[in-house]
């Protein structure tokens, strides 16, 4: 009987091993990110971003070398995050103004006061942490857009094409995300236009 | 010209610099003389910014060599429902694929038809064991007596008369006869 290496060997040429490796390595790290930053917790990033990679170890054949993965890469990543919400109950989108509702009563969120400490606005993870948070609060078709553009940096082009919608589109959910995001992250917005007046 | 409901519409399209050179010249003019807009618009840069600044997240040290597994043991690429072999399970393996079995038992009707032939399989036996064993045990004591009154004549004290009765009786029956009751012959 053939060894499970032998027989690995056999389907993907020691070649075709490597590009694979070279794909996680150039690829990992952007994957995850978007993964990261659609699903808002790394558990869900590591099973989305696995996943992913373990659908380009499939398809490796089909990919031409050299051929730009990216999108084709990004669309499984979003279709993945997609099937990830159909399996779970919905869910909540919550407003940060809404104060929230414990066993005990009901309880104002703690959002930082910026009038009281404008410096502590400008704490990296602080802020890191607030844009998770309101992105989290969009709709997972604006979060998408959201990410793709104002994250990852891609054209609005690359987005339709990543997402399979027309450019319109891309163009309308990212406006109202960012309408959203910019109600959300309003406080944040005015400090940092102090500072740039300071 | 354009109205201030439009050019507000494309101020993030005009931010990215995705409007044609026409919309974008239509956009700028219309900025210049609306405050709002320009409110607006300040707003969105701020907010595209604030999303730009957010730092690459950077996966957890152990999740590269589950990247890489694939390749350095996982499935075969000929393998669709292949798995890597180590790890922890994915959210998405966890529907277990359906044998093929439960797809008549998806059927009400096979399933009725198919449960009522196996009863009857076992039930006719098992009836009939029955019926047998009875037959059996009837025409078993019979026989005792019969070979028993048979043993009993050879004694010397014993009442021949009685026993030449039992063992003739025609009620008793032995085993591959027919019953002689009721023929007269007593």
Known sequence: ?198 | MLNHHRAEHLLSAYLDGELPPQEAAAVQEHLLDCAGCRETYERLRGTKGLLGQLPLAEPPADLWPVLLEPAAGGPDPGDPGGRPARGRGLRFARIPRPRRWPALLRRPAWAIAAALAVLLLAAVPLVKGTVDRLHATEIGVDLYVREHAIQMSREPLADRAYLDLVATDADLVLVGETSRAGEGGR
Do not use: C
């Open chain 1, 1 to 198: 009987m053939a060894r499970p290496d032998a027989m690995r060997a056999a389907s993907y040429t020691p070649e075709e091993l490597a590009r694979y490796e070279a794909l996680v390595q150039r690829y990992g790290r952007h994957v995850y990110n978007i993964a990261y930053r659609m699903t808002g917790n790394e558990a869900d990033a590591r099973d989305l971003s696995q996943e992913a990679f373990l659908r380009v170890y499939r398809a490796l054949r089909r990919v031409e070398p050299g051929a730009p993965l990216e999108s084709w890469l990004y669309r499984i990543v979003s279709n993945l995050y997609i099937d990830l919400l159909r399996k779970r109950p919905r869910h909540r989108v919550e407003s940060l103004d809404v104060p929230l509702e414990t066993p005990r009563g009901e309880l104002a969120r703690e959002l930082p006061d910026v009038a009281a400490n404008p410096e502590a606005i400008f704490e990296r993870e602080q802020i890191d942490g607030t844009i998770q948070q309101a992105l989290g609060t969009l709709s997972e078709e604006l979060r998408m857009v959201a990410v793709l553009s104002d994250v990852e940096g891609f054209s609005y082009e690359e987005i339709a094409t990543i997402l399979h919608v027309p450019l319109g589109t891309v163009k309308s959910r990212l406006h109202r995300a960012r309408q959203i995001l910019q109600d959300r992250l309003r406080p944040y917005l005015e400090a940092r236009r102090r500072g740039w007046e300071a």
